[in-house]
């Protein structure tokens, strides 16, 4: 994959930009990286090439201006901001015909887009991280491989998380936060739903 010098704003400054920024730059992107904390965007693109920091809080008038201004000269735009603001920042992008990825679940308001993307010929991916998106992809290239080879899938069950090395266990969570942490508390209240016998089964809060 290379980048062939394409620019890709990427949203936010939280504990996921810091090391998708290296990456991108070191396969030939140009990143700009906007943060309502441009501290923290300074921090995270300091001495790397191709990377540069700029202040803007899309929350606030003055900062969506300022999101007009980074726009257009983007190829794609990554929102690693809060969920709730996808849907807007979405919208920015298509109309300026900008791909859009989201490392967050497909919500209700995120599938309305779907069509108007694929109308102007644009990539808009959610779900494109660990969990949701690697599990995903791990999940149908085991799936995949066994009916490949003339198997049938009797029973799947797969699980994602994040546990620390056991010499970096030291808190009594015995978790460590890699994203948000109020975004953490709230997906494990979410509600499980899974298939049984082809059909959707029933969902329980644990």
Known sequence: ?????????????????????????QHGYRVVVASRTLAKAQHIVEGISGA????????TDEGKAVLET?????DAVVSLLPYLLHP???????AHNK???TTSYVSP????????????NLVFINECGVDPGT??????????????????????TSYCGGLPAPDSNNNPLGYKFSWSARGVLLASTNNAIFLQDATKAKSYRR
């Open 99 to 101: 791909h859009f990825f």
């Open 109 to 120: 308001a995120m599938r309305e887009l779907d069509e108007e993307a694929k109308a102007k």
């Open 135 to 156: 599990d995903h992809m791990s999940a149908m290239q085991i799936i995949d491989d066994v009916k490949s080879k003339g198997g049938k899938i009797l029973s799947f």
């Open 70 to 74: 980074l726009l257009p000269s983007a």
């Open 1 to 25: 994959m290379s980048g062939s010098g394409k620019e890709v704003l990427v949203l936010g400054a939280g504990m996921v930009v810091r090391p998708l920024v290296p990456y991108l730059t």
């Open 52 to 59: 540069k920091a700029v202040e803007c809080d899309v929350d």
């Open 88 to 94: 807007f920042l979405a919208k920015r992008a298509l």
